[in-house]
T-cell receptor
Framework: SQQGEEDPQALSIQEGENATMNCSYK?????LQWYRQNSGRGLVHLIL?????REKHSGRLRVTLDTSKKSSSLLITASRAADTASYFC???????????FGGGTRVLVKP | NAGVMQNPRHLVRRRGQEARLRCSPM?????VYWYRQLPEEGLKFMVY????????ESGMPKERFSAEFPKEGPSILRIQQVVRGDSAAYFC??????????????FGSGTRLTVV
């Protein structure tokens, strides 16, 4: 099974609404990262939150991390049609040497 | 400053042929990671290489798959005797440091392999 599991698998919202997606993981981590993938393209790094951090902001993105529940959330505020993409969480285990990805959340923002 | 370059973007192979996928990391990056993505799924780790060394190949299938990152030139992911199940998008990422996972990766645009 995967280290990270995103929820929901798919999300459809209107432009201007907020989009929230969650990620759960199984083992202790060093950090957790969120990536975006537009259809047919590579992944783009969005934000990284370390295990000793609880919340982080970057523009319209807000990430939270709850290590006691082994979960993270990504909030996109005031969504735009251009935010339509798949979003993946990825974790680095403590003393790990690679990223492990979840299955992703497909977000559709309707104009 | 070119990003991570992968070629070809699309590759079609008949069953039994060989597929060679290339990845040129960003300038100054000596650490390369290969991932495979099946349709509608997340990325699965395959192999982590540093120049001339395989560091972690725990995600590589035991047969038909190999990877290298020579002193000069791109990293190569080689799939021998391809089967339909090898059809996927293959992504490479690079980092300038061994603790690159702790800072995030730069990904290439991927190679989409179709086996017919």
């Amino acid at each position: 099974s995967q280290q990270g599991e995103e929820d929901p698998q798919a999300l459809s919202i209107q432009e201007g609404e907020n989009a929230t997606m969650n990620c759960s993981y199984k083992t202790s981590i060093n950090n957790l990262q969120w990536y975006r993938q537009n259809s047919g393209r590579g992944l783009v790094h969005l934000i990284l939150i370390r295990s000793n951090e609880r919340e982080k902001h970057s523009g319209r993105l807000r990430v939270t991390l709850d290590t006691s529940k082994k979960s993270s959330s990504l909030l996109i505020t005031a969504s735009r049609a251009a935010d339509t993409a798949s979003y993946f969480c990825a974790t680095v285990k403590a003393a790990g040497n690679k990223l492990t990805f979840g299955g992703g959340t497909r977000v559709l923002v309707k104009p | 400053n070119a990003g991570v370059m992968q070629n070809p973007r699309h590759l079609v192979r008949r069953r039994g042929q060989e597929a060679r996928l290339r990845c040129s990391p960003m300038k100054g990056h000596s650490h390369v990671y290969w991932y495979r993505q099946l349709p509608e799924e997340g990325l699965k780790f395959m192999v982590y290489l540093q120049k001339e060394n395989i560091i972690d190949e725990s995600g590589m299938p035991k047969e038909r798959f190999s990877a290298e990152f020579p002193k000069e030139g791109p990293s190569i992911l080689r799939i021998q005797q391809v089967v339909r199940g090898d059809s996927a998008a293959y992504f490479c990422a690079s980092s300038p440091r061994s603790d690159g996972p702790n800072y995030g990766y730069t990904f290439g645009s991927g190679t989409r392999l179709t086996v017919v």
